[in-house]
């Protein structure tokens, strides 16, 4: 499965934004999905998961209560609403494709996006 990102953008402390992550070349509804985030000199971390059909979701802590992970199996993609944001939460979000139930680590997804930038300015 191939996997893009986008939606990303610049956006004021408090404010939302909202990524979209589309999926083509396998079928959208075997993959569990997630979302990542790499700020610079940082490693990759967990923001969010949701399984196959939509059912159940998790959030890393830093981001409970803000963001809103979702998809639509129709449409082949993946959101991530993110709503009161924090300059802490600026990075490269990534979204990330698995076929086996999807955990809170990197090397648990096999396929990735490219990324998308976003940046909170305080």
């Known amino acids: 499965v191939q996997l893009q990102a986008f939606g990303g953008g610049w956006v004021q402390a408090g404010g939302s934004l909202r990524l979209s992550c589309a999926a083509s070349g396998g079928t959208f509804s075997t993959y569990y999905m997630g979302w990542f985030r790499q700020a610079p000199g940082k490693e990759r971390e967990f923001v969010a998961t949701?399984?196959?059909?939509?059912?159940?979701?998790y959030y890393a802590d830093s981001v409970k209560g803000r963001f809103t992970i979702s998809r639509d199996n129709a449409k082949n993609t993946v959101y991530l609403q993110m709503n009161s944001l924090k300059p802490e939460d600026a990075a490269v979000y990534y979204c990330?494709?698995?076929?086996?139930?999807?955990?809170?680590?990197?090397?648990?997804?096999?396929?990735w996006g490219q990324g998308t930038q976003v940046t909170v300015s305080s």
């Open positions: 990330a494709a698995t076929l086996l139930r999807g955990g809170i680590t990197p090397r648990e997804y096999d396929y």
């Open positions: 949701i399984s196959w059909i939509g059912s159940n979701t």
